[in-house]
């Protein structure tokens, strides 16, 4: 069993930044590959990053290359989404996933283990 929790969501101004955290525990967390996802009202869940379990690779949806930043720190079992140049189309609920086999993936039904989620709110 792997638990997730997810903080550092809130409300920011239009090209602000925020930075979320997402904190494992269970035996064999250092050895997931986690990912975020984020899911605006109305639309479905879409990928924004992953990484694998030692921290040596990422993905990002294309779209978000070069505003977010997935970074992992195993030694405290966390995993950080940085986010820069936020707009209001980044409104969403954020959340952090779990993949047991290490493997990074974009699609989110590889995943075995979701926190409950972190809401971040963009102002226009």
């Known amino acids: 069993q792997v638990q997730l929790v997810e903080s550092g969501g809130g409300l920011v101004q239009a090209g602000g930044s925020l930075t979320l955290s997402c904190v494992a525990s269970?035996?064999?967390?250092?050895?997931?590959?986690m990912g975020w996802f984020r899911q605006a009202p109305g639309k479905e869940r879409e990928f924004v990053a992953a990484?694998?379990?030692?921290?040596?690779?990422?993905d990002y949806q294309n779209s978000l290359k070069g505003r977010f930043t997935i970074s992992r720190d195993n030694a405290k079992n966390t995993v950080y989404l940085q986010m820069i140049s936020l707009n209001p189309e980044d409104t969403a609920v954020y959340s952090c996933?779990?993949?047991?086999?290490?493997?990074?993936?974009?699609?989110?039904?590889?995943?075995?283990?979701w926190g409950q989620g972190t809401q971040v709110t963009v102002s226009s």
């Open positions: 990484i694998t379990s030692s921290g040596g690779r990422t």
């Open positions: 269970g035996r064999t967390s250092s050895r997931c590959a």
């Open positions: 996933a779990a993949r047991t086999n290490g493997v990074m993936s974009a699609l989110a039904l590889n995943y075995d283990y």
